[in-house]
């Protein structure tokens, strides 16, 4: 038993915190001492009563106390074992508004202090860093005690390191802030790939989670200490409403994700009334003042969490499995803010763990909710693409569908028009014989008769009309009829009817396309002029004809010219071919005409070319 109570004492011994830290050649980095602290609750004590007070408590150099109102007074005994004289006493942490360091001069017998805190700029500190820090000497072999004066709205805690001066700013380079700075690398690249997201779907979800995200980097901007480097620590307790808005954003992204209006209204009713309070919270903490404030703000999280982890689980079990990412995340989200809240209270002693903890899973919750958001976005662009690809699959079918009602269709009309060609071709060639009959009739009648160009004139009215039809007859087109065919196979009718040596008729027509009424209508109308030049022309002269007919513009211009007597309208106004005349002229669109003479009788017509117009 001896010798087992001997060896405890040996471990014991090896293990314990020694209470004057010794200094000695190859140290670099101490931080396992004991210190001692003291509550001045009156805030009033000054260091020689300080000094002179047997009331410290021992404790370890990383230290908890909770929410004080009292300065907190920490006494360091070192001793210099080492060829080294200069050294750096560091905090580890940036937000006491007040944090002097005491010590005692032997060679002016007096109190000396480095007067330190988180208002003070950045240029004017002992040690140029946002921890707080104190550059100070031991001589060889000698010792030392330390006083440091502390006093903060937040929390007391902190961890109390002694460095040798080389290795503190060597270890400098790669410390806490490094931490902080690549966590705002990750949150301001989730941040902005959100707001992509966000305006590709457009989904309410996205933007919240861009609130979250965006307001936890502010909080930990915040509490980094990176606002001393540009002197905006005066900000940071107004700054602490962004612990407010994060959690109303992490609210109202879990109510838009796992759709909590439809399955669990209740919560979503609670959870509305605790982001009010926590709103009204925090307008108070930056209107009014940080405390007690804050204090409220923080149970109000902590029932919006519970509240949050509660309706997710509920949720989950109606069949929702995919919340089992989103309560993963919030469950040690939330286990890492319990503890940091017992740690802030004092009920939790200080380790690494305990003090950094909520902020590493608070960036892994982050982080799982980027992971969930972003298969979420691959989901709902799968269903969209499957989506389309099934309105192009039904589309495509449509138009086969289409396709072949469009063929039915068309062999139907194909089969309707060649039967309604054929019934108009038999109609064209029973009138055209007609026509021949009625010219047959007539000429025999001429035959009797001794007033032969009578009957000569009306067999050239009839073959007018008649001439169409028959071209008809043999065409393709039904609709469009070549005015310069029918004009020139009309001459030739004409020449062969009236069998004058002396006639001459000489044509100059455009290719034009015309209707039916309207191609009928001028061939009555040049076989008229044609008829009353030949019947008034001088018996002594040939008989020379011109018929010009060209397009101008939209218009269809003919002019007829012959080498007679010549015509006045205002004098001959009586005759049938006249009435004729002016009655077809009428039928065509927009006619105009008129008689002139010129080295004999000048017809000209003109009317509106329809078929150019559509």
Same mark, same amino acid.
């Not at 002016?108 to 040690?127: A, C, D, Q, S, Y």
């Given at each position: 038993?001896?010798?087992?109570?001997?060896?405890?004492?040996?471990?014991?011994?090896?293990?314990?915190?020694?209470?004057?830290?010794?200094?000695?050649?190859?140290?670099?980095?101490?931080?396992?001492?004991?210190?001692?602290?003291?509550?001045?609750?009156?805030?009033?004590?000054?260091?020689?009563?300080?000094?002179?007070?047997?009331?410290?408590?021992?404790? #370890?150099?990383?230290?908890?106390?909770?929410?004080?109102?009292?300065?907190?007074?920490?006494?360091?005994?070192?001793?210099?074992?080492?060829?080294?004289?200069?050294?750096?006493?560091?905090?580890?942490?940036?937000?006491?508004?007040?944090?002097?360091?005491?010590?005692?001069?032997?060679?002016?017998?007096?109190?000396?202090?480095?007067?330190?805190?988180?208002?003070?700029?950045?240029?004017?500190?002992?040690?140029?860093?946002?921890?707080?820090?104190?550059?100070?000497?031991?001589?060889?072999?000698?010792?030392?005690?330390?006083?440091?004066?502390?006093?903060?709205?937040?929390?007391?805690?902190?961890?109390?390191?002694?460095?040798?001066?080389?290795?503190?700013?060597?270890?400098?380079?790669?410390?806490?802030?490094?931490?902080?700075?690549?966590?705002?690398?990750?949150?301001?690249?989730?941040?902005?790939?959100?707001?992509?997201?966000?305006?590709?779907?457009?989904?309410?979800?996205?933007?919240?989670?861009?609130?979250?995200?965006?307001?936890?980097?502010?909080?930990?901007?915040?509490?980094?200490?990176?606002?001393?480097?540009?002197?905006?620590?005066?900000?940071?307790?107004?700054?602490?409403?962004?612990?407010?808005?994060?959690?109303?954003?992490?609210?109202?992204?879990?109510?838009?994700?796992?759709?909590?209006?439809?399955?669990?209204?209740?919560?979503?009713?609670?959870?509305?009334?605790?982001?009010?309070?926590?709103?009204?919270?925090?307008?108070?903490?930056?209107?009014? #003042?940080?405390?007690?404030?804050?204090?409220?703000?923080?149970?109000?999280?902590?029932?919006?969490?519970?509240?949050?982890?509660?309706?997710?689980?509920?949720?989950?079990?109606?069949?929702?499995?995919?919340?089992?990412?989103?309560?993963?995340?919030?469950?040690?989200?939330?286990?890492?803010?319990?503890?940091?809240?017992?740690?802030?209270?004092?009920?939790?002693?200080?380790?690494?763990?305990?003090?950094?903890?909520?902020?590493?899973?608070?960036?892994?919750?982050?982080?799982?909710?980027?992971?969930?958001?972003?298969?979420?976005?691959?989901?709902?662009?799968?269903?969209?693409?499957?989506?389309?690809?099934?309105?192009?699959?039904?589309?495509?079918?449509?138009?086969?569908?289409?396709?072949?009602?469009?063929?039915?269709?068309?062999?139907?009309?194909?089969?309707?028009?060649?039967?309604?060609?054929?019934?108009?071709?038999?109609?064209?060639?029973?009138?055209?014989?007609?026509?021949?009959?009625?010219?047959?009739?007539?000429?025999?009648? #001429?035959?009797?008769?001794?007033?032969?160009?009578?009957?000569?004139?009306?067999?050239?009215?009839?073959?007018?009309?008649?001439?169409?039809?028959?071209?008809?007859?043999?065409?393709?087109?039904?609709?469009?009829?070549?005015?310069?065919?029918?004009?020139?196979?009309?001459?030739?009718?004409?020449?062969?009817?009236?069998?004058?040596?002396?006639?001459?008729?000489?044509?100059?027509?455009?290719?034009?396309?015309?209707?039916?009424?309207?191609?009928?209508?001028?061939?009555?109308?040049?076989?008229?002029?044609?008829?009353?030049?030949?019947?008034?022309?001088?018996?002594?002269?040939?008989?020379?004809?011109?018929?010009?007919?060209?397009?101008?513009?939209?218009?269809?211009?003919?002019?007829?010219?012959?080498?007679?007597?010549?015509?006045?309208?205002?004098?001959?106004?009586?005759?049938?071919?006249?009435?004729?005349?002016?009655?077809?002229?009428?039928?065509?669109?927009?006619?105009?005409? #008129?008689?002139?003479?010129?080295?004999?009788?000048?017809?000209?017509?003109?009317?509106?070319?329809?078929?150019?117009?559509?």
């Amino acid at each position: 038993m001896k010798y087992l109570i001997s060896i405890f004492l040996f471990i014991n011994f090896l293990y314990a915190n020694s209470s004057t830290l010794v200094l000695e050649d190859e140290f670099s980095f101490n931080e396992n001492f004991e210190i001692s602290y003291f509550k001045d609750s009156s805030n009033e004590l000054n260091i020689q009563e300080i000094a002179n007070s047997n009331d410290f408590q021992k404790h #370890s150099n990383k230290f908890s106390l909770g929410y004080l109102k009292d300065t907190i007074w920490i006494k360091v005994d070192l001793k210099n074992k080492s060829s080294k004289e200069d050294f750096i006493l560091s905090l580890n942490e940036h937000f006491y508004e007040k944090a002097n360091m005491y010590y005692f001069d032997k060679s002016e017998n007096l109190w000396k202090v480095l007067e330190n805190g988180v208002f003070t700029p950045i240029k004017e500190r002992n040690i140029e860093t946002s921890k707080l820090a104190f550059n100070f000497k031991i001589q060889q072999n000698s010792s030392q005690t330390i006083f440091i004066e502390l006093k903060a709205k937040y929390p007391y805690f902190g961890n109390i390191s002694v460095y040798s001066k080389d290795y503190f700013f060597a270890s400098n380079l790669l410390n806490i802030d490094s931490f902080f700075i690549l966590q705002f690398g990750i949150l301001f690249i989730i941040i902005i790939f959100n707001l992509f997201l966000w305006l590709s779907l457009k989904e309410k979800v996205y933007i919240y989670y861009v609130g979250y995200t965006f307001f936890a980097l502010v909080y930990l901007i915040n509490i980094s200490g990176i606002l001393i480097y540009f002197d905006l620590q005066h900000y940071m307790y107004k700054l602490h409403f962004s612990v407010s808005l994060c959690i109303i954003f992490l609210a109202l992204f879990s109510i838009e994700y796992f759709e909590a209006n439809k399955y669990f209204k209740a919560s979503v009713f609670v959870i509305k009334i605790l982001i009010l309070l926590l709103f009204l919270f925090a307008f108070m903490m930056v209107a009014v #003042s940080y405390s007690p404030w804050n204090n409220y703000m923080n149970h109000i999280i902590t029932l919006i969490l519970i509240t949050l982890i509660v309706s997710s689980i509920k949720i989950y079990r109606k069949g929702q499995y995919f919340l089992k990412y989103y309560i993963f995340a919030i469950s040690i989200y939330f286990s890492s803010a319990i503890i940091f809240i017992l740690f802030l209270t004092g009920i939790l002693e200080y380790n690494y763990f305990y003090r950094y903890a909520y902020l590493y899973f608070l960036s892994l919750e982050i982080i799982v909710f980027a992971l969930i958001l972003s298969n979420r976005y691959n989901i709902i662009k799968n269903e969209q693409i499957k989506t389309q690809n099934e309105l192009i699959s039904l589309q495509i079918n449509q138009n086969k569908l289409l396709e072949n009602e469009v063929e039915k269709k068309t062999l139907k009309l194909t089969k309707l028009v060649k039967e309604r060609e054929l019934l108009v071709k038999e109609v064209f060639h029973r009138v055209k014989n007609n026509f021949h009959v009625i010219t047959a009739f007539l000429w025999f009648e #001429s035959k009797k008769d001794d007033n032969k160009y009578r009957f000569t004139e009306l067999i050239n009215r009839i073959k007018s009309m008649s001439l169409i039809h028959e071209y008809l007859c043999n065409s393709n087109d039904l609709i469009d009829i070549d005015l310069k065919e029918y004009i020139d196979e009309l001459v030739k009718t004409i020449i062969q009817t009236y069998s004058i040596p002396t006639l001459k008729i000489n044509t100059n027509i455009e290719n034009i396309n015309l209707e039916f009424e309207n191609i009928m209508s001028l061939g009555v109308v040049v076989n008229e002029i044609i008829s009353n030049s030949i019947k008034h022309h001088p018996k002594e002269k040939d008989i020379i004809l011109d018929i010009n007919c060209y397009k101008k513009s939209d218009s269809v211009i003919l002019i007829i010219v012959d080498n007679g007597l010549g015509f006045d309208e205002n004098i001959q106004k009586t005759g049938l071919g006249l009435e004729l005349i002016k009655d077809f002229i009428n039928k065509l669109p927009n006619a105009k005409y #008129s008689f002139y003479k010129e080295n004999g009788t000048v017809f000209e017509l003109s009317f509106k070319d329809i078929n150019n117009e559509n």
